[in-house]
Structures are given as C-alpha cells and as structure tokens.
Antibody, heavy 119, light 112 residues
C-alpha cells in the first residue's frame, strides 16, 4: 500500500523560509519512472502545482515560483523535502505531496498540511 | 488564472449525465500531452479519477469516463449520484513558460 504524509510547521511568519517533508512508504523513489510532486491549495481556491523530483534526481519547478523553491530527496529515508523562501500571507494554503509513476497521474496524494503565514 | 479552463460549476439531477470541459492550448493538451482528472471531496485530498485521458484506476465506477480532442478534454459522469457532488480538476503538462505541470481551475459539481 502506497502512502504519503506531509509534515512541517502549521504557522510561519512573513519572510521566513518554509520547510516541508513528505514521508512515503510502499514505493522507492529510486525506481525508474517514479516521481514525487508538491501541490498547494489556498483556502477555497484551486490546486497549484509547485515542484517535482524524479527518480533520477531531475527537478522541475513552477515557473512563477521557481526562484523561491527547492526540492530534494533522501532515498534512504523515503523522504522528499520542499523549501520555499520569503513566505508571504498569500502563500497560506494546504500543501500536498503526491506520487506519480510512469504512465499515470498523481496517485495517491498525502492528506495535506495547512500552512498559515501570519505575523 | 489557470492555464487549463474549466467551468466553475455544473449541476444535474440524480440519474442524469453531466460533462465537465477542460480547455487548453497548443502548448499543453493540443501538444498531445495526457490529461488526468481528480475528484476532491470537501476537506479531503484530491483523488485520481481518470488517467491518461480515458483510463479509470481500479475502484472507479464506469459511470466516469474521459475523452480528449484537439486542445480540450472532457469528463463525463452518467447516472449521477449524490456522492458525486465534489470539486473536479483536470491536469496536464505544458511546454511553455507556464510550467511543466498545469491544473484547471476546478469545477464544483452539484447534485440537485
């Protein structure tokens, strides 16, 4: 059974750096074709894709946010870490991680973690 | 402003058929990239509903179907049921400056 779980601070202050960890089980990110993406959803709004890291360590970022994002993986710990710098109240959202295997969509998703940006 | 355009809302009575459109451009759906659909119930994470345009993951009823043509894709739901009331999102890939992965703005389905 494949599961993913997001963890990180529930509250960050403006200008701070957010670090989120996605801990997964049931698959290996060293397997060819495997990828993990981060997606966020502001309250009441649509999904927004943020970043992706592939089994071969290729990394992809949202064009509008790439100067603020960094994604990395620790295959031995089954974890993917996303950092977002210079947080702003508009970054308040539920942050999800999700797996993508070759030839499919994002499946499954973690339960999400709500991050509020406020002073 | 989402790269993929969906109607904000659709509705239908139980038993009816509804469709949700997802309109893109030549840099995403029109470029031949696959379209995936997700269903999101209130307060929960999205769940994959249709992958690669018209494939259903195990456990998804055959009342749900997807199609793609040109720069658009559609999700069809037949035999509408109360539990179908949710938000639906399309997702594809993009070769322009929009970014490699793009979502639609989401469609709220109301079962009357």
């Amino acid at each position: 059974q494949v599961t993913l779980r997001e963890s990180g601070p529930a509250l960050v202050k403006p200008t701070q750096t957010l670090t989120l960890t996605c801990t997964f089980s049931g698959f290996s990110l060293s397997t060819s074709g495997m990828c993990v993406s981060w997606i966020r959803q502001p309250p009441g709004k649509a999904l927004e894709w943020l970043a992706r890291i592939d089994w071969d360590d290729d990394k992809y970022y949202s064009t509008s946010l790439k100067t603020r994002l960094s994604i990395s993986k620790d295959t031995s710990k089954n974890q993917v870490v996303l950092t977002m710098t210079n947080m702003d109240p508009v970054d308040t959202a539920t942050y999800y991680c999700a797996r993508r295997s070759s030839g499919s969509g994002l499946d499954p998703w973690g339960q999400g973690t709500l991050v509020t940006v406020s002073s | 402003q989402s790269v993929l355009t969906q109607p904000p809302s659709v509705s239908g009575a139980p038993g009816q058929r509804v469709t949700i459109s997802c309109t893109g451009s030549s840099s995403n759906i029109g470029a031949g990239y696959d379209v995936h659909w997700y269903k999101q119930l209130p307060g929960t994470a999205p769940k994959l509903l249709i992958y690669n345009n018209n494939n259903r993951p195990s456990g998804v009823p055959d009342r749900f179907s997807g199609s793609k043509s040109g720069t658009s894709a559609s999700l069809a739901i037949t035999g509408l049921q109360a539990e179908d009331e949710a938000d639906y999102y399309c997702q594809s890939y993009d070769s322009s400056l929009s970014g490699p992965v793009v979502f639609g703005g989401g469609t709220k389905l109301t079962v009357l």
